[in-house]
C-alpha cells in the first residue's frame, strides 16, 4: 500500500509540474514578445505523459502486478525520477535560452545524458512489468 503511495505521490508532483511548466511557457513568451519555437512549448507535455501519466500507470501496474516486489524495483524508481528531472529541467534552460536568444555551449551533452537515462529507464520499467507479468502467471 505504501508503494501505491509513492506513484500516487509522484504522479501528484508531475501533474502540478506539467501545468505549471504550461503556464510559464504562455507567459514567459508573451513577457518576452517571443513568437518563435522553443523547448518551453513542448515542456508541459513532456512532464504529464513521462511524469503523471506514466506514474498513474506505474500505480495501477503495481495494484495489479505488484511491480515493487522486484528487488531491483528500488533502483529503477531513483533512475527514473533524476533521469526524467534532468530531462525536463535541460529541456527549460534550453527553452528559456532560445527565448533569451542565449548560446549554451556544450549543453547538448547534459541533455543527451539524461535523455539516454530517460531512455533506458523507460526500457527497465517494461521489462519489470514483463517480469511480475510471468511471476503472476505461474500462481
Not at 34 to 39: I, N, P
Given at each position: 500500500m505504501m508503494e501505491?503511495?509513492?506513484f500516487w505521490i509522484m504522479s501528484l508532483i508531475y501533474l502540478i509540474l506539467g501545468l505549471t511548466f504550461g503556464v510559464f511557457y504562455r507567459e514567459f513568451t508573451v513577457y518576452h514578445d517571443?513568437?518563435?519555437?522553443?523547448?518551453l512549448s513542448v515542456l508541459h507535455g513532456h512532464a504529464l505523459a513521462l511524469g503523471f501519466a506514466l506514474?498513474?500507470?506505474g500505480l495501477l501496474?503495481?495494484?495489479v502486478f505488484e511491480i515493487t516486489?522486484?528487488?531491483r524495483f528500488d533502483t529503477w524508481f531513483i533512475l527514473y525520477q533524476v533521469s526524467l528531472l534532468g530531462v525536463l529541467v535541460s529541456m527549460l534552460t534550453r527553452g528559456i535560452a532560445q527565448v533569451l536568444a542565449v548560446e549554451l555551449a556544450g549543453f547538448n551533452h547534459v541533455a543527451g545524458l539524461f535523455h539516454t537515462l530517460l531512455g533506458i529507464s523507460l526500457v527497465w520499467f517494461v521489462l519489470l512489468?514483463?517480469?511480475a507479468v510471468r511471476e503472476g502467471e505461474r500462481v
Open positions: 501505491m503511495r509513492k517571443f513568437t518563435g519555437t522553443t523547448q506514474m498513474l500507470f501496474c503495481e495494484r516486489r522486484n528487488k512489468i514483463g517480469r
